[in-house]
């Protein structure tokens, strides 16, 4: 944990945004994966841990922002947890951890929240329907209505990085190099993928964090989510290996690298990773506050479609072609997206409210629409950058037969590209004054 101090102040800071009424932050409860006694690794909220840093399950944290006191809710250890679990801190403890000024039931809670009007009670959006449903009950609403007022404030909070939140994250990102360079150096023609994330799993969990998200290790690299680990790796295919860590303080890293099963790239495969380098290498040298996150997906794309033009698999003025969306046929996800104590920063405030404003607008072309930030980078901001280039030959198909974008895509060439499945290279950055800081070591490409 950091210091209680630490918590005061951001309970103080988003507090003083928020007008009148109640603030309630829930925490996470244990969630049963095929019984209710058989739980999934405990993940607790980021908005809580944020708020407090308490990293235990049945938990809430309530500010009453007429008097201005922090609350911490929950049951008091009992002997029965004492016999399964062994010593546990009390609530008080808990709370003097995270400078919280006083500890409550659950039916205090359930007691502050009936007295207070509804309309009140500030709390976000819950992704969880055990939370939603508790939340119901306590405010005997069937419709739940978030706060946006709250919203916004942890999204002012949470957006700019404090000194030791990126220490955090880098330390997440030095075992996340170990996980990637244990698969660069032991992906062998015959192995399974899962001989390779298994490992990659087992490490994400030998410094008291986890994986930040479910581990991508795939020769199918098209497929952007693909969670599936029963391939054999074969001799000319390409791994793409897309997992991170979090630090033991739930920090995220989500790195991405894509190796040759053999020794090397054949030399289809080099002129591909050079593009998508290309485009990595521009969007990093463009990575400055002020700049537009849309605008910097936009430069890596151009990069990408003077790349492929120059292959011959497009055709046309490739500035034309990116402003057609023509290039998104290889590159149909966003540069990027904000990282912290989630690996997609605060998705579950909202994505437009935390990527896009007033100002900047989500655009609803192909691949564009994809791209989760795209407003104006500020100092402070932490983000991913990962431009790919993947051969979907369902959607290449697709687009060939409805003629789509056949003045910028030369579809005769890009048939020999139907098994190539697809490289992505990604890596984290904080924004700084000057421009940008690659956090965490070096990674190898
Ligand atoms: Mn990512």
Redo the contacts with the bound molecule.
Sequence with gaps: MFSASTYQERRKKIASSVENGFVLIMGNEESPKNYHDNVYNFRQDSNFLYCCGIDKPGLHLGIDLNSGLSTLYGAEITIDHIVWMGEQPSLRELADQAGIDQVGSPKDLVKKLRETAVDLVHFLPPYRSLNANKLKEWLQLSELQPSNELIKSVIACRSYKEEQEFVEMEKALELTREMHHYVRDHAKPGMKESELSGVVAGLAQTQGGDLAYPVILTVNGQILHNHYHGNILKSGQLILG?FGCESAMRYAA?I?RTWPVDDSLTSQQKAIYQIVGDAHTAAVNALAPGRAYRDIHLLSSLVIANGLTELGLMKGDPAEAVKAGAHALFFPHGL??M?GLD??DMEDLGEDLVGYNDEIKRSEQFGLRSLRLGRKLETGMAL?V?PGIYFIPQLMDQWETEGKHKDFINYADCKAFRNFSGIRL?DNYAITEKGSRLLGPVISK
Excluded: K, M
Aim: proline content about 0%; overall charge negative.
């Design positions: 897309d989500d991405t990027g997206h990282i690996v997609h991913t990962e990604e």
